[in-house]
Every structure is written in structure tokens, then in C-alpha cells.
């Protein structure tokens, strides 16, 4: 074993002011969240050399079991721990390799063919959690009824707003009036999802191209690491941090803030890839109205209890 390196990670997530279900409208200033994430490295006698580990939402003493919870059910899509310290968050894993995003930063991990994998391979990880509700609770895994958005929103607005403007959390008077302003839609993308025929399973949470890691032979899958931010929802809030780093890419050519999601290489290739996985439980048009009202929930989900304590001047 290796010496453990604190690693201090700020990432950017944006609000989704909901603009109509055939699109999703961003404001990439809307909401910044900062977290960090705490790295262990442990030495893998079949490679020789450390391999990541991670420790967000879930307190440190939970993060260990939901990722054993879900191990024990798709073990192909993630690792068991090796071992974890329920004080600190920290969870030792063999080496996986280099992420998605690690190892191409150029283009933060996103091609086409690969992004609709990792979707396919995710998708089928959450069917294999799907009727494992109160083993998931047992975990740790905290549930969040997509019906709770409007209020959800509307209070974490209140409160970046109420941050001091020098919090790189901080939203400005607009901003919050934005996201105040979109309630009705919310509440209806919220009807839509609530009355779908899908079942709640694992939503890992934070699911971009750093979260993953590539096959290392062609018979195996893609690898997701860090489930601090983990909850048991509604399984379509999952792709919105696949589908926004698509939005680099393809962008509605008119509207530059809008991220297009009727566009071919999107809906036919990427977003089918994952809904072609819950066909038994509806129809693929139906499946795309629901996904398109579920993106529009699913920052959201970030405001669910336990996440606003955390909300505090840093």
C-alpha cells in the first residue's frame, strides 16, 4: 500500500431552467457545486501500480456500503471495495486504469459510440438493483421522489442566493428568479415522471466520463467509480452529466445556451442506446418524453435533504 492523497476537486454542475420536453435550456452560471473528493491509491498485484479510490452526498460512513450494496449485485459495472474507512470516506479499489476523462482530457472523454456504451452498460446496472429497495435503504442509499423538485429547487435557490457573492456557490438575484420562475414547468416534468411505469433503482448521481472507466479487454464493461452522490430514484435523472458534456459538441446551432435534444447524434445514438434497455416497461416515445421530462428534474435531486447543511459560506 501506498501513502493516500487528498485531492480537492472543484467541478461546475449547472441549473436546468426546464424550457419545454423536446429541450433542455442551461444556464452554466446557474448553480456551481464544489466538492472534493478524497483519493487512496492501493498497489494491484496483477498491474503493479496504485489505482484510484474515491470518498459526497453520503456521509463518509456510507459511502463504503452503497458501493458494496451495488457490487453485490452487478459486480461486472463496479468493484466491491477492498477495503474502507467509515470515518474518513476513504475506499481502497484495485487498479482500474485511468478514467474516461483521464485519459482523454482533450475532448473530456466524450465520442459517441463510447458515451452510448457506457449508457447501455449503466443501464443495465440498474436493472440489476431494481426491487432491492430495502436493502439499498440498509446501505445507506437515500431515496428521492422526483416529486419533491419544485420545492427542492425553490429552496436551494434561496439558499445559494443567500451565500455571499464571494462563494463560488453564490447565484445572483436572476439566477435564483430563473429557476423561481420555472417552477410550473418543473411541476409538470415532474407529473410526467412520477406517473412513468419505471421502477426506482439506483441513480448513481454524478455519472460524467471522470466517474468511469474504460473495458480493459473486449469482454469486459465500463467501471463506475464514486457513488458518493448516489441516490434511489427514478432511474432517468442518471444521463443528465453525459448529456450536458454532449452539449460541448452538439449544441443547437441557433440558440448557443440550449442543448438540443432532438439532435441525431444525441437522441438516435446516444439516449436510445440507454432507453432501448426499458422497452419492457413502455413504448420508445414514451420512454423519450419521460427522459426528456426526468433531465429537467434531475440537478435537483442535489437539493434533496442532507445536501443543504452543506450549503454554508466556505
Given amino acids: 500500500m501506498v501513502g493516500i492523497t487528498a485531492v480537492d476537486e472543484g467541478r461546475c ?3 436546468a431552467q426546464p424550457a419545454g420536453i423536446a429541450g433542455l435550456s442551461a444556464d452554466w452560471s446557474s448553480r456551481r457545486r464544489l466538492h472534493s473528493a478524497v483519493v487512496g491509491r492501493v498497489a494491484d498485484p496483477h498491474r503493479g501500480r496504485p ?12 459511502w463504503g456500503d452503497v458501493q458494496a450494496f451495488v457490487a453485490d449485485r452487478a459486480d461486472r459495472y463496479l468493484d466491491r471495495p477492498l477495503a474502507y474507512d467509515s470515518g474518513s470516506g476513504r475506499i481502497l479499489l484495485r ?9 482523454s482530457p482533450d475532448n473530456r472523454g466524450i465520442e459517441i459510440r463510447p458515451v452510448a ?17 430495502t436493502d439499498a435503504s440498509a446501505a445507506g442509499l437515500e431515496s428521492w421522489d422526483p416529486g419533491r423538485a419544485v420545492d427542492d429547487a425553490a429552496m436551494q435557490a434561496r439558499q445559494l442566493h443567500a451565500l455571499p457573492p464571494s462563494d463560488a456557490r453564490h447565484i445572483s438575484t436572476a439566477q435564483r428568479d430563473r429557476i423561481l420562475d420555472a417552477r410550473s414547468t418543473i411541476e409538470s416534468a415532474a407529473r410526467v415522471v412520477a406517473a412513468s411505469p419505471i421502477p426506482c433503482c439506483l441513480e448513481h448521481g454524478d455519472l460524467w466520463p471522470g466517474n468511469v472507466i474504460p473495458p480493459q479487454d473486449p469482454d469486459s464493461s465500463y467501471r463506475l467509480i464514486d457513488f458518493g452522490d448516489a441516490a434511489w430514484s427514478h432511474p432517468f435523472l442518471s444521463p443528465i ?8 459538441r452538439w449544441a443547437a446551432d441557433d440558440q448557443p445556451d440550449r442543448l438540443d435534444l432532438n439532435h441525431p447524434a444525441i437522441t438516435a445514438t446516444i439516449t436510445d442506446a440507454y432507453l432501448s434497455h426499458w422497452t419492457d416497461y413502455a413504448s420508445m416515445p414514451d420512454l423519450r418524453h419521460t427522459l426528456h421530462c ?3 428534474l434531475a440537478h435537483y435531486v442535489e437539493a434533496r435533504p442532507g445536501s443543504i447543511p452543506s450549503l454554508k459560506p466556505a
Avoid: W
Avoid at 56 to 61: Q, T
Avoid at 95 to 103: I, N, S
Avoid at 241 to 248: N, P, T
Fill in 241 to 248: 452529466m453525459l448529456i450536458i458534456e454532449c452539449r460541448f
Fill in 13 to 15: 454542475a449547472v441549473d
Fill in 117 to 133: 456504451q457506457i449508457l447501455a452498460d449503466y443501464a443495465r446496472l440498474q436493472h440489476a438493483t431494481i426491487g432491492a429497495a
Fill in 95 to 103: 487498479d482500474l486504469g485511468l478514467t474516461m476523462f483521464g485519459a
Fill in 51 to 62: 489505482g484510484p479510490a474515491q470518498a459526497d452526498h453520503l456521509g463518509p460512513s456510507q
Fill in 294 to 296: 426526468a433531465l429537467q
